[in-house]
RNA sequence: CGCGGGGUGGAGCAGUCAGGCAGCUCGGCUGGCUCAUAACCAGCAGGUCGCCGGUUCGAAUCCGGCCCCCGCAA
């Protein structure tokens, strides 16, 4: 990148899959041309048993010497949102990057920085747009996924396409695994991509009309297992699930996940589990001390 | 002080309320048996009952304190 002084980035992300790339632009050595003006990350959550949870690209950011900002509410109708606009605009960012910052950019923001936000988004758009991407494609059985940077504008996902890059899903991905890999792939595309952004290599690329999909935030219910359904996709299920909120049962009373398991001539076999209260364990090891609880429950 | 479950041979559990010989299903080892699917039969080894203190003739169990693991909620 051949640049005359440092382009000016603020970052937007908050759970783990955005600490690389945090740590890419935030590296002298790998990023010597660009500087990190701000680190914006979700508030601290409260009372994980009793202790606090600060995001981890906060922790990152501390760890790097960056400043942070957590503003509860980033749109101009609102005290607290106006000012933070305006912290923004001071800082004269030249860019913003966004990886799963966890709320949408209003317009005020997306139209600070001279050369707009750029977007790592972990799926291959159009296709799931929206806030679980990687659930999405192991839940539907996709054979690939991958990485997209794109430039937002006002909409969920929908901007204009700089740089792409898939890999392959495996029988035995889980949610976790494909996390790490397009963890680390994101951050290396988004360089190339901001790179060729903005030498003038690369141009946006509006999105293509078809293959469109959409997905929501995954919550805790989507683990619920309906052992009515295909046991191919309870097996799907359990992989994309793993490990938030991670696919479970609770027939008996308490919740019981069920963290491994595989197709055996179309059955469900249980690998691994894990009851309430207890570690992981063998389903084995599970049945030996409670031979009255067999699972699945009520088999057909 | 957000709510809650748990720590008992190598694994998973019961026993704790009502103090009185350390128990169950597995695994391991030895021997036997079988065409045989998570084999079957006989036997053996293996435990400071998370830690510290207290009560008691006697504590896995009752009382006080501490450490560790996990579920919910996010």
Redesign the pocket.
Known sequence: MAMSSPLKVIFFGTPELAVPCLEVLADPKQTPEISVVAVVTQPD??????RQ?PPPVKLAAQRLGLPVLQPHRIKANNPEGSTFIDEVRSLRPDIAIVIAYGKIVPLELLNIPQLGFLNVHVSLLPRWRGASPIQAALLAGDSETGVTIMKMDEGMDTGPILLQRAINIDQADTAASIHDRLSSLGAAVMIEALTGYVSGALLPVTQPANGITSCGLIK?TNGLIDWSSDPAYIERQIRAMHP???A?TDIYG??I?ITEAHLESGRLVIDKV??????E???????????DRPLPPNKA
């Open positions: 959550k409260i009372g994980n048993r009793g949870a805790k938030w909120p991670g479970f308490e919740p996940k894990k009851p309430a209260g207890k570690g364990m063998e389903y084995r090891a599970y049945s030996n001390g409670n031979r």
